[in-house]
């Protein structure tokens, strides 16, 4: 099982990368051949040399920093808001029929339809752009908050009523982890969203961040330094994926995807 | 108030038991059920489904409120989950983040008893349940049956005096389910609890019990007491005796008679 299932993934990794080699390739390929100017798309090459220009002067890394910062504290605060909110409704289920319905009201407004009012409120430094990330990170782990809190089976929590189990205690021992991986799948997507969120924030009004330079090489008509930023928002957004993911399969041991894996499906 | 004998642990009483629904009306889940399990007994509960049967093990388990009627455990009232009562349902109901030993150990910490004074009894009732070397296993890695087994250890961890048993092995393969009923007569001769136990199986009612209480439904009542006189310690060639077809036999006829069985 091993053996071949290493076989497989070397296979898979391979074919990937050639994917990506056959395609890079095309498109520089395609670039030179047919003279397509730069400011329309740029090769790979021209994309490469602006990248390392960028991160050599350190104008891409200082930039990198403001909006990875704005990202990580968006997301802690909107997560974690989503987070200790669903417990309240977990816990109350009054807040579920009586604050949660203005909640989803609230997450149907477009986001970036009131960035410019929170830019205006919270300034052009980075709190407007922490706050537009945390209205958009909390969302998806509150709603998965309270759909995992839901999820213990009735017979679990009969059980362990009949074993003298408190309210309080069926909550701790078995709602709040059973409802664990479900938050992470709101983690999950929250970080990928905390991302979108920063770059939406910095678009609006900044003076900073990966945003605010994809604006000013936009106006300067320079698209290689434009796809560099590209280059490395994907690595950070990559990154924060893998490293929920990381932190999940951690904390939530026991569900083992691989292991449930149905044959041939 | 005293209901039975000192002998006596379960006593109830003429119990009713009505649900009100949606639509308004109400339905009768039990009526008029009256019984007594002296301690020690092995006590099985067998009926065709909706009979009640399990409505009323979770009456007894203080989980679910009786309408009316009287019903003590060891001469107190119920009228909530009581420590001396152990459970097991149909499903296992393991949390899947804890071992064996911390599942076995679940009731201790409901309880907020010190796991340490405990752990001696856990791990000889992982022994017991025959899962010696699985105690740092998680529920993941083990089988229907091994859980199940999980399962009756965790309900024996906190030396309760009654234990409750919902179709336990309902949901596994006809040979586990009879190794697990042997097994489970060798735990009850060693622990020496009284036990109740739900089944819809005939064969597994006889086969367990001192006695048989069978039940009809809608509404669900108590049809007869059978007290099965088979010897023990019992083994599975019983099974084929006349005296075990006997028993089985007057229960499924039962049953026809009431309509209760296509068979």
């Known amino acids: 099982m091993s053996a071949r299932g290493g076989t497989t993934r070397r296979t898979e990794i391979g074919l990937s990368i050639l994917l990506f080699i056959v395609f890079v390739g095309g498109w520089e390929a395609a670039v030179r051949v047919f003279a397509v100017p730069a400011i329309v798309v740029p090769a790979p090459s021209a994309v490469m040399r602006a990248l390392v220009a960028g991160l050599a002067s350190g104008e891409l890394v200082s930039h990198f920093w403001v909006t990875f910062a704005e990202v990580i504290l968006g997301f802690v605060a909107g997560a974690g808001g989503g987070f200790a909110i669903g417990v309240m409704v977990g816990l109350f289920p009054l807040l579920e029929r009586t604050v949660y319905p203005y909640v989803v009201a609230f997450q149907t407004l477009p986001k970036v339809a009131i960035a410019p009012i929170i830019v205006i409120w919270f300034g052009y430094g980075m709190t407007s752009k922490v706050v537009i990330t945390a209205t958009i990170a909390f969302f998806p782990v509150l709603a998965n908050t309270i759909v995992g809190l839901r999820a213990v089976p009735r017979e679990q929590v009969e059980l362990m009523v009949a074993f003298t189990a408190s309210r309080w205690q069926v909550f701790m021992m078995a709602r709040l982890p059973q409802a664990l991986p479900y938050v992470f799948v709101g983690l999950d997507i929250a970080i990928v969203l905390s991302v979108i969120g920063a770059i939406v924030g910095e678009f609006v009004g900044a003076q900073a961040g990966l945003g605010y330079l994809i604006l000013q090489r936009n106006f300067h008509m320079d698209m290689a330094g434009v796809f560099a930023i590209l280059i490395i928002l994907s690595l950070m957004g990559i990154g924060l994926h893998l490293l929920v993911n990381a932190i999940q399969r951690r904390v939530v041991f026991w569900i083992d995807s691989a292991h449930d894996k149905v044959m041939g499906a | ?263």
């Open chain 2, 1 to 263: 108030m005293s209901l039975g004998t000192a002998a006596t642990l379960i006593a109830a009483r003429v119990i009713d038991k009505t649900y009100a629904t949606q639509a308004g009306d109400d339905v009768v889940a039990l009526a008029r059920v009256s019984f007594d399990v002296a301690r020690g007994e092995f006590v099985t509960v067998v009926g065709p489904s909706g009979c009640g049967k399990s409505t009323l093990l979770k009456i007894l388990a203080g989980i679910l409120r009786r309408s009316s009627g009287e019903l003590t455990l060891g001469g107190r009232p119920v009228d909530g989950p009581s420590r001396d009562i152990g459970v097991v349902f149909q499903a296992p109901v393991l949390l899947p983040w804890r071992t064996v030993m911390q599942n076995v150990l679940l009731p201790i910490d409901i309880q907020r008893q010190p796991r340490r004074a405990h752990e001696e009894r856990a791990r000889a009732l992982v022994r017991m349940v025959g899962l010696d070397g699985f105690e740092n296993k998680y529920p993941g890695e083990l089988s229907g049956g091994m859980q199940q087994r999980v399962g009756i250890a965790r309900a024996l961890v906190h030396d309760p005096s009654l234990l409750l048993m919902d179709e336990p092995f309902g949901a596994l393969d006809a040979m586990t389910r009879e190794s697990m009923n042997l097994e489970l007569l060798r735990i009850w001769g060693e622990s020496r609890k009284t036990v109740m136990l739900v089944t819809h199986s005939i064969p597994e009612a006889v086969f367990l019990a001192d006695r048989v209480i069978v039940m009809s439904p809608r509404p669900g009542r108590i049809s007869e007491i059978i007290d099965v006189d088979l010897p023990r310690p019992r083994s599975l060639e019983m099974i084929n005796s006349a005296p075990f077809g006997v028993h089985v036999a007057a229960i499924r006829r039962h049953f026809q008679s009431l309509g209760a069985l296509d068979a």
